[in-house]
């Protein structure tokens, strides 16, 4: 297949939804996938140490390597999609941030998706310097394990007021944010939903990529599902030297195990 050169992990936040999320690594394993991601493990900013730690054992027991990770992101299933540019939430990331140290030195985790979230009409401006400083001080929190910040565009019109919608957003805002420590998120069915030549972004941008998703476009179902030409954007990723992990990021349209043979 166009990825078999790559290491491909399993998002346990939309794979494998047949069971408990706990029980996902496992299933994950029992498929044969070796490293997997997952969006925010919980409900709340922090859970407490209990849970986060419940979270990295059950990694431990499944013998998966954790690769990829979301900060807290608000009510995602209400439709929140980060709470970053947000004053009146600082405080949530910032309790979360902890969290997520806890797990990721358990775990070995790097690299750690954080989603702008959506502003207000009027308030862009301000909203957008906050945001500015708040992926300043996640890129410093973690720079003691020498972490990644990601940043991720959304597609347009499913995610609310969400203002990055292609890698020119978010080259934009990591250039305002200034910190070697983030990187684009190159996630197919965002791009893909946007009218992106999501090829020509995966060579263009492959050295500013930190991290891949696959999922097709329309639908965000399995590759080979919808539109998109994963040949061209394996052979975009390649072509501009892209060496990273990829994700399988995507909803099964049927049972997770009877949608993989893509990767075969």
Same mark, same amino acid.
């Given at each position: 297949?166009?990825?078999?050169?790559y290491d491909?992990?399993a998002?346990?936040?939309?794979?494998?939804?047949?069971v #408990?999320?706990?029980?996902?690594?496992?299933?994950?394993?029992?498929?044969?996938? /070796?490293?997997?991601?997952?969006?925010?493990?919980?409900?709340e900013? #922090?859970?407490?140490?209990?849970?986060? =730690?419940?979270?990295? *054992?059950?990694? *431990? =027991?499944?013998?998966?390597?954790?690769?990829?990770?979301?900060?807290? *992101?608000g009510?995602?299933?209400?439709?929140?999609? +980060?709470?970053?540019?947000?004053?009146?939430?600082?405080?949530?990331?910032? &309790?979360?941030?902890?969290?997520?140290?806890?797990?990721?030195?358990?775990?070995?985790?790097?690299?750690?998706?954080?989603?702008? +979230?959506?502003?207000?009409?009027?308030?862009?401006?301000a909203? /957008?310097?906050h945001?500015?400083?708040?992926?300043?001080? @996640?890129?410093? *929190?973690?720079?003691?394990?020498?972490?990644?910040?990601?940043?991720?565009?959304?597609?347009?019109?499913?995610? +609310?007021?969400?203002?990055?919608?292609?890698?020119?957003?978010?080259?934009?805002?990591?250039?305002?944010? +200034?910190?070697?420590?983030?990187?684009?998120?190159? =996630?197919?069915? #965002?791009?893909?939903?946007?009218?992106? =030549?999501?090829?020509?972004?995966?060579q263009? &941008?492959?050295?500013?990529?930190?991290h891949?998703?696959?999922?097709?476009?329309p639908?965000?179902?399995?590759?080979?599902?919808?539109?998109?030409?994963?040949? @061209?954007?394996a @052979?975009?990723?390649?072509?501009?030297?892209?060496?990273?992990?990829?994700? @399988?990021?995507?909803?099964?349209?049927?049972?997770t195990?009877?949608?993989?043979?893509?990767?075969?």
């Amino acid at each position: 297949m166009q990825f078999n050169d790559y290491d491909v992990s399993a998002n346990v936040s939309l794979l494998f939804t047949e069971v #408990h999320y706990l029980d996902r690594f496992q299933a994950a394993a029992d498929a044969g996938f /070796r490293t997997v991601e997952s969006w925010w493990p919980f409900t709340e900013p #922090h859970p407490g140490n209990d849970r986060v =730690d419940e979270v990295a *054992a059950r990694i *431990a =027991d499944a013998g998966v390597q954790l690769i990829g990770l979301n900060f807290y *992101a608000g009510d995602m299933p209400g439709g929140e999609r +980060g709470v970053t540019c947000r004053p009146e939430r600082a405080e949530e990331l910032d &309790r979360s941030t902890g969290a997520l140290l806890r797990l990721a030195r358990a775990t070995g985790v790097r690299r750690f998706n954080l989603l702008y +979230g959506q502003p207000d009409e009027g308030e862009e401006q301000a909203q /957008r310097a906050h945001a500015v400083g708040a992926y300043r001080r @996640a890129a410093e *929190a973690v720079a003691e394990i020498d972490g990644t910040i990601l940043v991720e565009p959304l597609a347009r019109g499913l995610n +609310g007021s969400y203002p990055l919608h292609d890698d020119e957003d978010v080259a934009a805002l990591i250039d305002e944010v +200034g910190s070697p420590r983030l990187a684009l998120l190159f =996630d197919s069915f #965002h791009l893909g939903m946007n009218g992106v =030549d999501v090829a020509a972004v995966a060579q263009r &941008r492959a050295g500013e990529i930190g991290h891949v998703q696959l999922a097709d476009s329309p639908g965000r179902g399995e590759p080979g599902s919808g539109e998109l030409d994963f040949a @061209a954007i394996a @052979a975009g990723l390649r072509a501009g030297g892209y060496r990273g992990t990829v994700a @399988a990021e995507y909803k099964p349209t049927r049972a997770t195990g009877d949608t993989l043979n893509w990767l075969r």
